[in-house]
């Protein structure tokens, strides 16, 4: 329904337009409203919301139209005035239009232009509240879709594209929350969702400045992948630093016996890109996957709070630039042979 707010200090003009629209005031397809000048149609504005369209003579007394144009287009900016006044008033007109006034029909009015005037008005208010709801659809679909991906999707046969898998070189990181889900059971969700909120927005920023992105968060948990050059050394330092913010972070008052702590697995090599997921559902993940990400989610897994660790492969790689110990010989889930792990000191 659209909601139309006629200004206008002829009492006559009321009835006119109750007479002239009635079959569409039957059909809810309009809603009029009606002012008698300028200050009372500010009342109105305030006291109904989504008016579409203001119809507004220019002489009234108390508040004439010009000055109430100047109000609406600050208060109401969505809601665009058509200006009714008397064709020899040009002048006051042209000043109407100046001040953002969208069109103007002249008395005595003729009703076919009007409706007219009414339905292209509609049209245009419509098409700007449909624009403005996108935008905020896109900026909601930002919050869950990568943005890369949503770059990807505006290049040319993205379609084509985004179909094809390929092998690359890469790093997975895996970061957990250590002692996080005990915090989930005892405290309020406003509280975990927050703090969690918290903790994934220092470890997503650290990681983007690295070169690295997430691939996903897995409860109290992030997977993130590198991959371009130098991403082994780009996923250390992007750790080390993680560790040291997330150790910074006071204690909350509102949290008791609870010290922020994380432990990270990190491992590199060939990994599988691709979507993953059932096209039935309409649910794809633009992920990787292979034995590189199993293995960085088990070392993880194994580590304690504060460490980080590597395969001996990635220690291999980068004891030259970053100090590491060896730990032990660990026997990871689904591996066969056991493997030499390290852990990052600085």
Not at 252 to 266: C, L, T
Request: aromatic residues 8%; hydrophobic residues 40%; charged residues 25%.
């Amino acid at each position: 329904m659209a909601k139309i707010l006629v200004v206008d200090d002829e009492a006559d003009l009321e009835v006119l337009i109750k007479q002239k629209f009635r079959k569409k005031i039957r059909s809810n397809e309009y809603e009029f409203i009606f002012a008698k000048d300028g200050l009372e149609a500010l009342e109105k504005v305030k006291n109904n919301e989504n008016i579409d369209i203001v119809l507004s003579d220019i002489n009234m007394p108390r508040m004439d139209g010009l000055t109430l144009l100047r109000h609406l287009k600050d208060e109401v900016p969505l809601v665009r005035t058509v200006i009714v006044s008397a064709y020899g008033d040009m002048e006051n007109i042209r000043t109407a239009m100046n001040c953002g006034a969208f069109d103007f029909i002249t008395k005595p009015i003729l009703f076919d232009d009007l409706t007219i005037t009414m339905e292209k008005t509609l049209a245009y208010v419509n098409q700007i509240r449909s624009t403005l709801k996108a935008i905020k659809e896109n900026n909601i679909l930002k919050m869950y879709v990568d943005e890369s991906v949503l770059n990807f999707m505006s290049t040319q046969n993205y379609e084509e594209k985004i179909k094809a898998n390929e092998t690359i070189e890469a790093t997975v990181m895996f970061i957990d929350i250590c002692g996080f889900t005990a915090i989930s059971e005892r405290e309020s969700p406003d509280t975990v969702v927050s703090l969690l909120n918290k903790y994934f927005d220092i470890m997503v920023n650290t990681i983007v400045e690295n070169d690295g992105y997430i691939d996903k968060f897995i409860g109290d948990a992030v997977m993130a992948v590198f991959k371009d050059d130098h991403h082994l050394d780009h996923a250390v330092e992007a750790a080390l630093e993680v560790r040291n913010q997330i150790n910074n972070i006071p204690d909350s008052a509102d949290i008791n016996a609870f010290k922020s702590q994380v432990s990270i697995g990190i491992a590199s090599g060939e990994v599988i890109c691709g979507n993953i997921g059932a096209a039935s559902l309409k649910r794809l993940d633009y992920t990787v996957i292979g034995d590189v990400v199993n293995t960085a989610s088990r070392l993880q897994d194994i580590g304690k709070p504060n460490q980080i660790i590597i395969t001996e492969h990635c220690y291999l790689s980068i004891k030259e630039s970053f100090e590491c110990k060896k730990l032990f010989e660990a026997q990871l889930k689904n591996k066969k042979e056991t493997l030499n792990v390290y852990e990052v000191i600085s």
